[in-house]
């Protein structure tokens, strides 16, 4: 009898050894959560992301627009903020291929519409990497597609290009697709021709490929086209 309780005894206290460092483990890990904030006031507050500004996340408001957080990964009370009260987001733990990305910038984000082709919202976007002439972002949303059975909702990842010259203090960005459109055509003059030109002729395989390996591929191509406009 005394040999089955101190067996019971001892399960008990292993059970308990395994949930403290289990406890303390769970605690550190929303580190991953962990962000610094910069309002358009230049203030700048730490805290922890509750509900995210992601797609994902964002079935029922703005992709890519607002977001809540908290002062502590154990606070339930939490604030909601838009990118019009933002500069930017940093997440604090900065590790390569972080699937979050790890500098969130509050841009003008090209969306023309039937009534204003240079129409403009302010989104969340995810600086990817930054040139001498341009900087290249990234987010995700929700690309609808209809066909004869109907309307398929796809989660799709859009990439950007900010002229660092560009009006608003260079704060738009356009997705790849608009920036070598005609949309551009009075501030770029022959920017839609010279990026058709680009995936041509024997150095066009290689831009191809290198197209294909790395989604930032239009930084060299504009720091090109700045170079054939002297």
Known sequence: M???????????????????????????????????????????????VKTGWHAEASLLKKSNYSFKMTATPESKEAIKYTADEIQTIEYTEKYENNPDGIRWESRELAMPSIKDRYHTVRRFVCL???????????????????????TKRTLKTYWGIRFHDEDKEG????????????????KKPGLKEFSKNWFKGKEGKEHKKQAKEDPTWMLDMYDAYLTSQH
């Open 2 to 48: 005394k040999t089955k309780l101190l067996a019971a005894l001892l399960g008990s206290l292993l059970i308990l050894c395994n949930l403290i460092p289990s406890q303390a483990q769970k605690k550190k890990d929303q580190e991953y959560r962990h962000i610094i904030v910069t309002l358009t006031s230049g203030e700048k507050i730490e805290g922890y």
């Open 128 to 150: 990817d990497k930054t040139g001498d002439n341009a900087s290249i972002y990234w987010w995700k949303d929700w690309d609808y597609v209809t066909n004869g059975s109907g």
């Open 171 to 186: 704060e738009i960005v356009y997705s790849y697709l608009l920036a070598t459109s005609v949309l551009l055509k009075n």
